[in-house]
């Protein structure tokens, strides 16, 4: 479709194509549970940060937590690079605390998000 756009646009002009479908492993990031969770906690304090600069009243009492988030899942690293098997009783707890933080991440926004709706009323 793209090379057709671009013929039919005269960007280029072709009498054959050629691809290469060539297969490169690589390694990839498996997203955890908590690594979602930090893009969550990420998001949210984005668009509350946002809403900040229109409406910083509601935002009073929100607090960015982003750092907190980020310095629990690096922490993994360091926990697992140990490969003992208590090692994963201090995975869960880290996952755990920042299960924590997420909710009250939540419960804040939350928070705004209602004082916006009152303030708009």
Do not use: C, Y
Request: no cysteine.
């Amino acid at each position: 479709m793209l090379v057709k756009k671009l013929s039919e646009e005269r960007v280029i002009r072709h009498r054959k194509f050629r691809t290469d479908t060539t297969v490169v492993e690589s390694d990839i990031h498996h997203p955890t549970d908590a690594t979602l969770l930090q893009d969550g906690v990420s998001a949210i304090t984005r668009t509350i940060n946002k809403i900040r600069k229109v409406a910083s009243h509601a935002t009073e009492g929100f607090v960015d937590q982003t750092d907190i988030v980020k310095r629990k899942v690096l922490s993994f690293a360091k926990v697992l690079r140990r490969r003992m098997s208590r090692s994963w009783d201090e995975v869960n707890k880290i996952t755990q605390d920042v299960v924590e933080i997420t909710e009250s991440v939540l419960q804040q926004a939350e928070s705004v998000i209602e004082k916006l709706q009152r303030s708009t009323k």
